[in-house]
């Protein structure tokens, strides 16, 4: 069993940056993928970036690559999405979620992963 917290949302202007933080417990955290997901008001929820349980492959959706970096400290149990440039668009709730899987199949599927944290708010302002 995983539990997972995310936190470190707010409110940012455009162009400002934000660091989201999702706090895993269980031992085997490590041998977890981990994905962002995000969902805007009357929108459904997509797929932000993924890493494997290594953190050494990354994939991010091309509406953030180059502005987001998804990384981990699988010493801390914790995941990070980096963000930078922020847009308007960006404002959603951002999850995480954790797949059994080492490198999901089907990354960008909801369910490809196992568990899920309950949301951290992210609003940008222009």
């Known amino acids: 069993q995983v539990q997972l917290v995310e936190s470190g949302g707010g409110l940012v202007q455009a162009g400002g940056s934000l660091r989201l933080s999702c706090a895993a417990s269980g031992r085997t955290f490590s041998s977890y993928a981990v994905g962002w997901f995000r969902q805007a008001p009357g929108k459904e929820r997509e797929f932000v970036a993924a890493?494997?349980?290594?953190?050494?492959?990354?994939y991010l959706d091309e509406s953030v690559k180059g502005r987001f970096t998804i990384f981990r400290d699988n010493a801390k149990n914790t995941v990070f999405l980096q963000m930078n440039s922020l847009k308007p668009e960006d404002t959603a709730v951002y999850y995480c979620?954790?797949?059994?899987?080492?490198?999901?199949?089907?990354?960008?599927?909801?369910?490809?992963?196992?568990?899920w944290g309950q949301g951290t708010q992210v609003s940008v302002s222009s």
């Open positions: 979620a954790a797949s059994a899987m080492r490198i999901p199949t089907r990354v960008r599927l909801e369910e490809d992963y196992d568990y």
């Open positions: 890493c494997s349980a290594s953190g050494s492959w990354t």
